[in-house]
């Protein structure tokens, strides 16, 4: 599968940055003392790895994202550096750990997200808007777990990026979770695209997803909202967008089981390159990509996809069967 770059950019935001350590074991069992075969510490967050992603199908894009101050060293010898625009805290960064187990399994420990000041929200937001304008960048991307604001318990508003980014004629998605995702949508209802995965919608949707029509009739309750596009990352189940008159689902099979951290963040890069160089079908485009890139990433062993050689193929189904039931369902009791 070869992938055109879009004639326009991409910006992501990441406010909680953090650094990846990744553990390859050869049995993983609680309680033991457990040596790695192999050991990697990386610069992170879901924005660096859909920027890095990207990158490696030549899209511009640059990644703006929060790092503490005692790691910009580390950050400076990072073989993303070039694209990173950091925006300095105080301290040091988080470190999310993950353990890769022979058999694939991965065992993740994400550190809590720290607070987040007003000026580096507000730095963190300036930079994003300034490097998509500068750039002609198509999608201003907000990644990852929003920080609550410091001294208010209350987590960043992401209402005022959003407005200032259409003002510009950007487009606006979000990958995140949880109440930030909630939170985004209630303040914006017709953002132009979410990546949630089966869990996350079934959470933001209260529904319980046991079939792929359970899905699709969850996204559609946002899209009825205003929301112009979802694509759903449902793992080992496939990929899937939707938007208000178009479904269409596609499955690729990886190589072998790897690391699964950062593979929602690939499989976004490659549903944007797919949507751009999708021509007369770009849903189609978009997804299978997005399930060959996904795909992709779980063979590999970090959380930023080091290349682009290998890429499965792609099954597509336009006007899937809603009736197929999920083999990861979510929700409900």
């Known amino acids: 599968m070869t992938a055109r770059p879009p004639r326009r950019g991409v910006v992501t935001l990441t406010p909680a940055g ?11 069992a609680r309680g033991d003392l457990i040596r790695a075969s ?9 924005g660096v790895n859909l920027s890095a992603a990207l990158d490696l199908a030549g899209v511009p894009t ?3 994202v929060v790092l503490g101050h005692d790691d910009l060293a580390f950050a400076g010898h990072s073989p ?4 990173l625009r950091i925006v300095p805290v105080p301290g040091a960064t988080r470190v ?25 929200w507000a730095q963190a937001t300036d930079t994003a808007l300034s490097e998509a304008a500068a750039s002609g960048a198509e999608w201003l991307v907000l990644c990852g777990s929003l920080p609550v604001l410091a001294g208010t318990g209350r987590p960043v508003d992401a209402t005022e990026l959003f407005t200032r980014a259409r003002e510009r004629g950007i487009r606006v998605a979000v990958d995140t979770s949880g109440t930030g995702l909630a939170r985004a949508l ?11 995965n089966t869990a996350e919608l079934a959470e933001l949707t209260g529904r319980a997803l046991v079939t792929v029509g359970d899905v699709v009739a969850a996204a559609r309750t946002l899209i009825d909202r ?27 099979r990886p190589r072998r089981l790897g690391n699964t951290a950062g593979a929602g963040d690939a499989s976004l890069a490659g549903f944007l390159v797919g949507l751009a160089d999708g021509g007369s079908a770009p849903l189609e485009s978009a997804v299978a990509h997005a399930a060959a890139w996904g795909a992709h990433a779980v063979a590999q062993t970090t959380t930023v996809l080091p290349g682009l050689g290998g890429l499965p193929e792609a099954v597509v189904t336009v006007a899937p069967d809603p009736a197929t039931a999920l083999s990861e369902p979510a929700g409900g009791a």
């Open 96 to 120: 999310n750990t993950a353990i890769v187990d022979a058999d694939g399994a991965t065992t993740k420990v994400n550190a809590p997200t720290p607070p987040l000041s007003a000026d580096a």
């Open 18 to 28: 953090a650094i990846d350590a990744t553990y390859l074991v050869d049995g993983f």
């Open 38 to 46: 192999e050991y990697a510490r990386e610069v992170s967050g879901k």
């Open 186 to 196: 209630g303040a914006t209802p017709d953002l132009d695209l979410i990546k949630p």
């Open 62 to 64: 640059a990644a703006v």
């Open 226 to 252: 205003g929301l112009r596009l979802a694509y759903v990352s449902m793992g080992a189940d496939g990929a899937l967008a939707v938007s208000a008159d178009e479904v269409v689902h596609a499955h690729a």
């Open 80 to 83: 993303h550096a070039g694209m």
